[in-house]
């Protein structure tokens, strides 16, 4: 199969415009008599899902979340981009589609990323509108400041709680939605499989988390808005819940998965401190903006950092990117933390961390500045450390944190299954191989808001309505599908619970494909992880039943299905046989130790089938969709 | 450290419950109360036992799902989410009960879970602004002063975990109501729906069966977000505000499931 894009002709400013006056309507009187279903209710799903309602068709909107409101992306800090040039700079929609592309190390698809650029300023006004306080200034105008990987403030932020106010203004609006009687929200539901009818999705097989039930909805078509796969490091910043389930599900039904290796790995997170660590908590990128990032020259320095003086201190980045200095991209940024602590510079109990260090803004800004920006975040890395960073500097190190890679999908977001789209980070997105700051929340509500209404609503007038009907043999076999893996896995006599499990997997992965891999170690990993599939259903012990809310059944699934997707991610990161953004190879770095892409070979976005008879009989197989670039010429990254 | 902790089991919504003991040991001071709960839980799937279900995701204080009452109070000894209480803020070798945020409104899931899905409806009865999407007007024709920003943002940050409902002895939810209130009814774009906002959202705490405030200040003392008790005074003036203005013909009514 060959992958077609969709990218509509013409000149790229005009390509979403043209798209929109040509895209086909369903009346509004028609609209009811079609459903739609939304997996997710994060920025993109809970944002498409109202946005879709409130053009009046029928949603279903699911999350696995006991409300829509807690989806993991509550927890975005920073901010979100614009390109509105609030702080007068001339920003504009090329320049943030120029840093948006040269931060994705030219992995991305121009015509998508100018359209994010495009609709970006639109995505304040609507949030704006919806009463989502972003910050202002003293005149009482919007606030924006800057984030790594660029030189303009386009960032637009509420405080320190940026996701959290976004998502409330996206699941307020679904929540009139539901009012209006245009969605109905099944939360604690989980969507265990996709539906397709002679090729095409028309539902979902989904079980209620507090009963057990397992239930078949029906639609028009299907979009995937379930997040990121980070978690499948086990140790990431994700939320305990992130999982990959319903992209992999699609991926087993005949979805291409996109660019599984390209992972982003954030530089400022607190580092781990013991075996019984659950998750990773991120420190906003936006103290960069503030922090200085530095390592005692010396590997066997005891003093306090306070302590230290100047000249023995290392500002390895801003040593080494003079330009951009501390606020080097994130992949830049925590490749050069990974470096010198392989160097044994690291500090901190396990070696394993950077200071980050707010002394001199102190100084010179006072302390009052500093915690205007920053005090709800010193106040957690207190919370968690014990110490506060205005006596000491933190400590941080880099962690999984965001995944480029996801479904693939065309220009209208539809994957390579018909009426089913993917949407926010489950898709392959417009990032690249490197995804820069605030930009994830920039995608998902672009997704959510501005595009996937359009599209969807293009499919629908463009297909020939058929009823729908859960007695469909297609349904009764997705269910026994569902039924036969909970049954797999409760039936199963093993003694290790899924974390441990988890554990395992996620330790090969950050090890042999996090922020350095080698062929050799890909190799090994791959082994490794096949050889841990091979006996997880034996390993593993489910407790409880499965007529009942039970955790651990819900994670031993969503593990299956994570130990599946390493193995692609491994695949793929052997096959690509370069280095660009987050993807970081060994046998391929230029002579000072920065990433070396091979364009005239990889200049692609590779797409992986899942084999029909499954990955004990076959094995995925790679599909290229060649990447084109008019109007940027494809440059060596350079951000020194 | 080693702890006796006093657990609340209960099997589903209608079953009946009762606390079980069960010991901990060796527990890292720097832990996390949930960590401590996953090692236990892992310790009871090896050796075949039952797993305490509990509820959490983001472990960052902001999501709102983490929702256990430890040693009587909602969250914890802190004031700060479930999910940032630290084993080094109990005393070694204490016994701690665990039980789940009690409230009528919040019917049991299992063990330590919950269903809030009450506070969800609270705010389908009008915790919004009715804008669909689309082109919007520029949002700096809409200043917002600092102090104002400042106000609505105090309360804007809510995590609507319940605690404030599970602390009150009335099992009121006027904390949770009056920062949703507080926020939208205090921005120019929350205008227009300001009285039918406060008097629906008001009225659909009722239809949930939450009690009313009678001043005891339990909810702001566990808050979390440190969201203070004057949001419930913005709540009562605007719904007496609201019930001098004329009632519409068809109030918004949602029905409680
Ligand atoms: C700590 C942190 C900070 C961040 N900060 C920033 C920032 O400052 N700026 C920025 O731009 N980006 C940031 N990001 C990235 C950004 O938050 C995410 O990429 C983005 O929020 C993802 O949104 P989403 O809607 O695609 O998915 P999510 O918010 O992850 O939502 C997924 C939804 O899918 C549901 N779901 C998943 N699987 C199933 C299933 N099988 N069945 C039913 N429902 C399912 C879940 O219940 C949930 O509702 C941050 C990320 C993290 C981890
Ligand atoms: S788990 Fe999110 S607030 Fe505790």
Redesign the pocket.
């Known amino acids: 199969m060959t992958l077609d894009a969709r990218i509509p002709e013409g000149p790229i400013a005009g390509k979403w415009r043209r798209w929109l006056d040509d895209h086909k309507l369903v009346g509004p009187r028609n609209r009811p008599s079609h459903r739609v279903i939304v997996?997710?209710?994060?920025?993109?799903?809970?944002s498409a899902a109202a946005s879709l309602g409130a053009q009046g068709f029928k949603v279903d909107s699911?999350?696995?979340?006991d409300s829509?409101r807690?989806?993991?992306?509550?927890?975005?800090?920073?901010?979100?981009?614009a390109a509105k040039d609030f702080a007068n700079e001339g920003d504009a929609v090329q320049r943030l589609f120029y840093d948006t592309i040269k931060g994705g190390d030219f992995r991305s698809r121009e015509a998508n990323v100018w359209r994010l650029a495009q609709v970006s300023t639109n995505i304040i006004d609507q949030a704006t509108a919806q009463g989502v306080p972003f910050n202002r200034e003293y005149g009482g105008q919007l606030a924006t400041r800057s984030f790594g990987g660029v030189l303009v403030k386009r960032t637009f932020y509420t405080r320190g709680q940026?996701?959290q106010q976004l998502?409330l203004g996206a699941y307020q609006a679904l929540q009139h939605q539901v009012a209006e009687g245009n969605v109905t929200v099944h939360n604690r539901?989980?969507?265990?499989d996709v539906v397709l009818v002679d090729g095409v999705a028309r539902g979902i097989i989904?079980r209620n988390l507090i009963t057990g039930a397992i239930e078949r909805h029906a639609a028009d078509c299907v979009v995937i808005?379930?997040?990121?796969y980070?978690n499948a490091f086990y140790l990431?910043?994700?939320?305990m819940?992130?999982?990959a389930?319903?992209a992999w599900?699609a991926t087993k039904k005949g979805a291409y998965f996109a660019n599984p290796c390209y992972t982003q790995i954030h530089p400022t997170c607190i580092p781990q401190s013991g075996e019984y660590q659950s998750k990773l908590t991120?420190m906003?990128?936006s103290l960069r903006n503030d922090g200085r990032i530095w390592v005692p020259r010396d590997p066997d320095e005891q003093r306090e950092p306070q302590d230290i003086p100047e000249e023995e201190r290392y500002y390895f980045l801003e040593e080494r990117y003079p330009a951009f200095g501390n606020l080097a991209p994130r992949d830049i940024a925590s490749r050069a933390a990974k470096v010198v602590c392989d160097d044994g510079l690291g500090v901190g109990g396990t070696k394993r961390g950077v200071y980050l260090d707010f002394r001199d803004e102190i100084e010179r800004q006072g302390r009052d500045a500093i915690e205007g920006k920053y005090l709800n975040l010193f106040q957690m890395y207190e919370r968690i450390t014990g110490d506060s960073p205005f006596e000491k500097p933190m400590m941080i190190y880099p962690a999984p944190?965001?995944t480029m890679g996801g479904l693939w999908v065309d220009y209208e977001l539809q994957t390579t299954v018909q009426g089913l789209f993917a949407?926010?980070?489950?898709n392959f997105s417009d990032h690249g191989a490197n995804r820069l700051?605030?930009?994830?929340?920039?995608q998902?509500l672009a997704d959510?808001y501005f595009i996937a209404p359009h599209t969807v609503m293009h499919y629908l007038a463009t297909q020939r309505k058929k009823p729908l009907d859960t007695e469909h043999e297609a349904f009764v076999e997705a269910e026994q599908g569902v039924r036969s893996q909970i049954d797999r896995l409760m039936s199963a006599q093993g003694t290790k619970s899924p974390q441990a499990i988890h554990r395992e997997v996620g330790a090969i992965m950050l090890d042999k494909c996090g922020m350095l891999r080698t062929r050799e170690g890909l190799l090994e990993a791959i082994e490794q992880i096949r050889e841990i599939r091979a006996r997880f259903w034996d390993e593993v012990r489910v407790d409880g039943s499965a007529e009942e809310f039970n955790p651990t059944l819900e994670y031993a699934g969503r593990l299956a299905d994570f130990i599946e997707l390493s193995e692609l991610m491994c695949e793929d990161a052997l096959r690509r046989e370069e280095s660009c953004g987050g993807h970081f190879r060994g046998e391929h770095e230029t002579e000072d130790g920065e990433a070396l892409r091979h364009d005239d070979e990889f200049a692609v976005v590779t797409a992986w089938q899942y084999p029909e008879d499954g990955l004990d009989a076959g094995a995925f197989e790679p599909h290229d969709e060649p990447l084109v670039f008019n109007e940027v010429k494809l440059a060596t990254r350079s951000y020194k | 450290m080693n702890f006796q902790l006093e657990i609340w089991r209960q099997d589903s919504r209608d079953a009946p419950g009762h606390f079980e003991t069960k010991h901990v040991e060796d527990v890292d001071p720097e832990a996390s109360f949930l960590e401590m709960l996953d090692t236990l839980n892992e310790d009871l799937v090896a050796k075949g036992g039952r797993t305490v279900a509990f509820d959490s995701d983001c472990r960052?204080g902001i999501c709102g799902t983490c929702a256990l009452t430890i040693n009587g109070m909602p969250h914890g000894p802190n004031q700060v989410t479930t999910c940032q209480t630290y084993m080094r803020d109990f005393e070694d070798g204490s016994t701690i009960t665990v039980e789940p945020f009690r409230n009528n409104a919040f019917p049991a899931v299992r063990d330590l879970a919950v269903d809030r899905s009450a506070l969800d409806r609270i705010i389908q009865a009008g915790g919004y602004v009715s804008v669909t999407t689309g082109p919007q007007p520029d949002p700096n024709s809409q200043p917002v002063t600092p102090e104002v920003h400042q106000t609505v943002m105090d309360a804007a940050i809510c995590i609507g975990c319940g605690a404030c409902v599970a602390a009150c002895p009335n099992g009121a939810a006027m904390l949770f109501t009056g920062a949703k209130v507080t926020h939208l009814n205090n921005l120019p774009q929350g205008q227009p729906e300001r009285d039918e906002r406060s008097r629906n959202m008001v009225l659909q705490m009722d239809e949930e069966g939450f009690g009313g405030c009678t001043n005891y200040g339990e909810c702001a003392r566990v808050c979390p977000q440190d969201i203070g008790i004057d949001v419930i005074g913005m709540l009562n003036r605007e719904y007496r505000r609201s019930s001098r203005t004329k009632k519409k013909t068809h109030p918004k009514k949602m029905v409680a499931q």
């Open positions: 997996v997710g209710t994060g920025l993109a799903g809970a699911f999350c696995f979340h829509p807690r989806a993991h992306s509550i927890a975005a800090q920073g901010g979100i981009n940026t996701g998502l539901h989980e969507m265990l989904a808005a379930s997040g990121g980070s990431s910043t994700n939320a819940g992130s999982n389930t319903a599900k991120l906003s990128e944190h965001y949407i926010g980070e489950a700051g605030a930009s994830a929340l920039m998902a959510g | 960052e």
